[in-house]
């Protein structure tokens, strides 16, 4: 039998009345589903607002407690740590130094807040005086040297108490690297969460301010995917889950809806999205001028990535989304 058409079936009905909308909600977003990005840097009481970043700000380690203390209290699904470091080298060296900024304030969080899921952002770029994800050779990024380094990243932050590791740099071979890395030092039992499909996205740019990690030449299009390109997606993340991740993501995550939707369909695997600083930076910039409404369009941005198929959500908008849930 063929579902009854107009005018048995009246769709506007189901939308009559707020209640009646309500039961019928298909997308549901709980504060445990978002994960909430932090910029921390070095000194004290330090609270250095990003200008193209409205509402987000650089913290030094005692203020990043503080946040940390909120994303508990609201619930979120937890924290993800991106270091400013003292001063950049050509092999970002701070980013693997057991007293690097993100250690330090893994072990803050860590010892304030036990119970908060901290993750580690494991890159290089924010340490580099070239502002890559990797290390040069010859003009180059070069790939195995940095993937050695990355594991070192990942062991350091491991031994400072991360939860979780987050790969951010899109070097080949780079999950598998880490895993061993961790494995010989004693983290079998540490999950890596990869950022399996990134694409060159021009929505990373406010965040290159907000973690000083603008490339001094060049861009970053021989490491990171094609915006073109959705099959070489699924591949990326095929290979990352092969290499052994936990958890892949997919970013940016507005731009990247149809991305989200076929790799819930092909892989099994738990799934996060992350709503990028370029995305969350147009809808406050657009607010702050009056052309929309910003807690509709946040709500609408995130539900839509809920609605594509992301089990986790990476955002800036976490702390008050979580506040009106
Ligand atoms: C760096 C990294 C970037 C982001 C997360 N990790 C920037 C980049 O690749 O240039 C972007 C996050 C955002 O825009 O919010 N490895």
Same mark, same amino acid.
């Given at each position: ?7 048995v ?19 549901h ?6 994960v ?7 000194g ?21 407690? +503080? @946040? %940390?203390?909120r ?6 699904? $937890? =924290? *993800?740590?991106?270091? #400013?470091? !003292?001063? +950049? @080298? %050509?092999?970002g ?6 007293? $690097? =900024? *993100?250690?330090?304030? #893994?072990? !803050?969080? +860590?010892? %304030? ?28 990024v ?17 031994r ?65 995917m ?62 702050e ?10 709500w ?6 809920r ?18 849930l």
């Open positions: 039998m063929s579902p009854a058409s107009f005018p079936r009246r769709m506007r009905r189901l939308r009559r009345t707020a209640a009646l909308r309500r039961l019928v909600q298909e997308t977003l709980v504060p445990s589903q978002l909430w990005p932090l910029f921390v840097t070095h004290n009481g330090v609270r250095q607002p990003v200008n193209t970043m409205p509402g987000v700000a650089q913290v030094s380690v005692d203020e990043l407690v +503080k @946040d %940390a203390e994303a508990a209290r609201l619930g979120l699904g $937890g =924290i *993800v740590l991106f270091g #400013i470091p !003292a001063a +950049k @080298d %050509a092999t060296s701070e980013a693997y130094d057991e007293q $690097g =900024i *993100v250690q330090q304030a #893994i072990r !803050a969080v +860590k010892g %304030a807040v036990p119970d908060l899921l901290v993750i580690g952002d494991v890159c290089l770029c924010e340490y580099t005086d070239h502002g890559h994800c990797g290390v040069m050779r010859d003009g180059e070069d790939n195995d040297s940095s993937v050695y380094l990355l594991g070192k990243v990942a062991v350091t932050q491991a400072a108490g991360v939860d979780l590791v987050a790969p951010s740099d899109m070097m080949d071979g780079r999950v598998a690297g880490i895993r061993k890395a961790l494995d010989a030092a004693g983290f079998a039992h540490l999950p890596i969460m990869s950022y399996a499909a990134k694409l060159a996205s021009a929505f990373y740019g406010p965040f290159r301010e907000a973690a000083g990690s603008t490339p001094q030449f060049g861009d970053r299009q021989s490491y990171q094609a915006v073109a390109n959705g099959d070489e997606a699924m591949q990326e993340i095929r290979l990352d889950l092969e290499e052994g991740a936990d958890i892949v993501m997919v970013k940016p995550a507005g731009p990247c809806l149809d991305l989200i939707r076929r790799a819930r369909e092909e892989f099994g695997s738990p799934l996060a999205a992350y709503q990028v600083s370029g995305e969350y930076a147009m809808i406050k910039a657009a607010a001028r009056g052309m929309l409404d910003e807690t509709r369009a946040m609408e941005s995130l539900t839509a990535i609605r594509a198929g992301a089990d986790i959500i990476l955002t800036y908008f976490a702390p008050v989304a979580a506040e009106q």
